[in-house]
Nanobody, 122 residues
Framework: VQLQASGGGLVQAGGSLRLSCAAS????????VGWFRQAPGKEREFVAA????????AYADSVKGRFTISRDNAENTVYLQMNSLKPEDTAVYYC????????????????WGQGTLVTVSS
């Protein structure tokens, strides 16, 4: 599975962005997908994850109620809708895929995209 994240950019606080994680490979629907982010000088942290057919999701407390993860297996794409963005959401966002349960641990994801930068100005 190869992943490509896109959709990042510069947005003002309170604004919205939608990230996309496009995957190649026929087995995408058998993979859990997670979004993680890494701010400068900080460790990579969990943001959200979604099960293989979207029936189960998980969110970090810091984004719950503001971000929504979804997937379209017919399009081999997972989305992260980000609303009410805050300056502390500024980071490089990565998507990962793995044949695992919905997990907050980056080590459970085997495949990673290259990351897309989100910058939120105050």
């Amino acid at each position: 599975v190869q992943l490509q994240a896109s959709g990042g950019g510069l947005v003002q606080a309170g604004g919205s962005l939608r990230l996309s994680c496009a995957a190649s490979g026929r087995t995408f629907s058998s993979h859990v997908v997670g979004w993680f982010r890494q701010a400068p000088g900080k460790e990579r942290e969990f943001v959200a994850a979604i099960s293989t057919f979207g029936g189960s999701t998980a969110y970090a407390d810091s984004v719950k109620g503001r971000f929504t993860i979804s997937r379209d297996n017919a399009e081999n794409t997972v989305y992260l809708q980000m609303n009410s963005l805050k300056p502390e959401d500024t980071a490089v966002y990565y998507c990962g895929a793995g044949q695992t349960f919905v997990s907050r641990r980056a080590s459970n994801y085997d495949y990673w995209g290259q990351g897309t930068l989100v910058t939120v100005s105050s």
